[in-house]
């Protein structure tokens, strides 16, 4: 696990075991909130340092000096280091939002349904497989649609996990069998330009 969404975790951790009777609503609304402000610093960060990569670009390509096209060679090199820090870092925050998310739905439904049954699933699992599932898109699609016995199939192994019902997940899995025959690149070029049409 990455080290934002590690923290997050253990913070919702007590001896080792996530257990949801013991988490507070609140603290993790608090908690999705922080994460969201932060996300919000870092993406800022993130096009801020895109401007200035922008710019010296554009003074690159105007620049007939070999030395002066070498300097800002390097500065767009460092400035892009930086933009991939704060690209990781949003992934990770993403993550961690996506698993904060999902506790905050289950921490409700217990409280509204007074629903053990899908609590005891996820307290019998490991806390490496509740996190992976919880960051999982199509899990976050039977959250969102309230799925609980698909997510209570999920948490107990039964679950088909080839065709999850989640809508871009299966759109990727027929591009991919669509386009089998092209080339990977060719492949992903055609979906991309398909999800623009869509979009």
Same mark, same amino acid.
């Given at each position: 696990?990455?080290?934002? %969404? /590690?923290?997050?975790?253990?913070?919702?951790?007590?001896?080792?075991?996530?257990?949801?009777?013991?988490?507070?609503?609140?603290?993790?609304?608090?908690?999705?909130?922080?994460? @969201?402000? &932060?996300?919000?610093? +870092?993406? $800022? @960060?993130?096009?801020?340092? /895109?401007? +200035?990569?922008?710019? +010296?670009?554009?003074?690159?390509?105007?620049?007939?000096?070999?030395?002066?096209?070498?300097? %800002?060679?390097?500065?767009?090199? /460092?400035?892009?280091?930086?933009?991939?820090?704060?690209? $990781?870092?949003?992934?990770?925050?993403? &993550?961690?939002?996506?698993?904060?998310?999902? %506790?905050?739905?289950?921490?409700?439904?217990?409280?509204?349904?007074?629903?053990?049954?899908?609590?005891?699933?996820? !307290?019998?699992?490991?806390?490496?497989?509740?996190?992976?599932?919880?960051?999982?898109?199509?899990?976050? !699609?039977?959250?969102?649609?309230? @799925?609980?016995?698909?997510?209570?199939?999920?948490?107990?192994?039964? %679950?088909?996990? @080839?065709?999850?019902?989640?809508?871009?997940?299966?759109?990727?899995? &027929?591009?991919?069998?669509?386009?089998?025959?092209?080339?990977?690149?060719?492949?992903? +070029?055609?979906?991309?330009?398909?999800?623009?049409?869509?979009?």
């Amino acid at each position: 696990m990455v080290s934002i %969404l /590690s923290k997050v975790v253990d913070k919702f951790t007590h001896d080792g075991d996530m257990k949801i009777e013991e988490m507070d609503l609140e603290e993790l609304q608090e908690t999705r909130s922080e994460l @969201k402000a &932060d996300l919000d610093l +870092k993406r $800022n @960060k993130h096009e801020g340092l /895109s401007e +200035k990569r922008r710019a +010296k670009f554009e003074d690159l390509r105007e620049s007939d000096e070999d030395l002066m096209q070498e300097e %800002l060679a390097e500065e767009i090199a /460092s400035l892009e280091d930086e933009m991939a820090i704060y690209h $990781n870092e949003h992934s990770q925050i993403m &993550d961690a939002l996506r698993v904060v998310d999902g %506790l905050i739905a289950v921490k409700r439904k217990q409280e509204l349904m007074e629903d053990s049954g899908i609590i005891q699933d996820i !307290e019998e699992m490991d806390r490496e497989e509740v996190v992976d599932a919880l960051k999982r898109e199509d899990v976050q !699609e039977m959250i969102r649609s309230e @799925k609980w016995s698909d997510l209570r199939d999920l948490f107990r192994g039964d %679950l088909n996990p @080839k065709r999850t019902g989640s809508k871009r997940v299966n759109e990727i899995l &027929d591009a991919a069998e669509k386009h089998r025959d092209k080339d990977v690149d060719e492949a992903l +070029k055609i979906r991309d330009s398909e999800r623009k049409k869509i979009d």
